[in-house]
């Protein structure tokens, strides 16, 4: 069955850096679009980037030039390298493929201090 496991969330001072990993299974990684999202305390759920399977990337606007998407086949992986963090960062960031349904991993929190 699918799988998506984030790791990498922490506690990080304004304007310092995170990365976060996304490891996937159960499904044909290397010609999916994988997305992360985030939530922070009540709001709704947001896309932050995503990647297709040709490596193609999109940005939500107030990332840009901050945070970076990836991804390794060879290890079923997606990363989310974010710089210059900010408080409004503060959220928990998901993992999603979308297949036949939308399927998520646990998600992991960031928390961004002033």
């Known amino acids: 069955q699918v799988q998506l496991v984030e790791s990498g969330g922490g506690l990080v001072q304004s304007g310092g850096s995170l990365r976060l990993s996304c490891a996937a299974s159960?499904?044909?990684?290397?010609?999916?679009?994988i997305a992360w999202h985030r939530q922070a305390p009540g709001k709704q759920r947001e896309l932050v980037a995503y990647?297709?399977?040709?490596?193609?990337?999109n940005y939500e606007d107030s990332v840009k030039g901050r945070f970076t998407i990836s991804r390794d086949n060879a290890k079923n992986s997606v990363y989310l390298q974010m710089n210059s963090l900010k408080p409004e960062d503060t959220a928990v960031y998901y993992c999603?493929?979308?297949?036949?349904?939308?399927?998520w991993g646990q998600g992991t929190q960031v928390t961004v201090s002033s």
């Open positions: 990647i297709t399977g040709g490596g193609s990337t």
């Open positions: 999603n493929v979308r297949r036949n349904a939308d399927y």
């Open positions: 159960g499904f044909i990684f290397r010609i999916y679009t």
